[in-house]
């Protein structure tokens, strides 16, 4: 299947779908896509996929639910990484090894009714993500941190790697604030290995 490159737009650390008519949303699998800023410029190449499902909270119950997880590579560059160790040695060698390691970025974003409305994000530390495979494993993500003024991030982007490139099929998808709001979505693991091995680091300069 010959893969759709879709851009998407960044503003600061915002991520917004650009030209996906809702009745496309569940159209493709894992798609490689690409980041792009307002002037149009690449910033980063990435992965996506895209799910219907359904939302429930103290006001609604089974709402339409359009789910999205977007995944990108990134890499400090080691020239700013020298320049930020001498800036800031007092942060120890240990942060600025961690700080200066490939690192996957894992945004989920959950637009509630519709495409357009502004994705999800919670309040607080008692939000979680749990994922179940057609073998009955589950992962599940606590406290999943703010990708930037909407949208959910998960921190534990390793763990969330090793269990899609384990998987198969089918994998169910349930979100909550820990509260009253629910998501609940699928997604498919077919695909993701080979277009996660093909992307590309993002190597970051400033």
């Known amino acids: 299947m010959k893969l759709k490159t879709v851009s998407l ?14 009745a496309e949303w569940n159209s493709q699998g894992w798609t490689q896509g690409r980041i792009v800023d307002e002037f ?11 799910s219907t499902g359904a939302f429930k ?5 089974g709402s339409v639910l359009y789910a999205e997880i977007l995944i990108y590579k990134s890499k400090t560059s080691s020239h700013m990484c020298e320049r930020l160790k001498k800036e800031y040695p007092m942060l120890g060698e240990d942060y600025w090894k961690e700080a200066c390691s490939l690192d996957v970025n894992v945004g989920v974003f959950l637009h509630e009714y519709n495409t357009r409305s502004a994705a999800a994000y919670f309040i607080g530390d008692d939000g979680y993500i749990i994922m179940k495979n057609t073998k009955g494993e589950k992962v599940t993500f606590k406290n999943p941190g703010k990708w930037s003024n909407v949208g959910l991030r998960i921190k534990q982007s390793d763990v969330l790697v090793s269990f899609f490139k384990k998987s198969s099929g089918v ?31 993002q190597i970051v300069n400033e």
């Open 9 to 22: 737009i960044l503003i600061g650390w915002l991520v917004v779908m650009v030209g996906i008519a809702q």
């Open 171 to 201: 994998i169910k998808v349930v979100v909550s604030d820990g509260h009253s709001s629910r998501y609940y979505f699928e997604v498919t693991a077919d695909g993701f290995n080979k277009l996660y091995n093909s992307l590309p680091y």
């Open 57 to 61: 909270n103290s006001a609604t119950s």
């Open 40 to 50: 149009d410029e690449e910033y980063a190449k990435c992965m996506f996929i895209r």
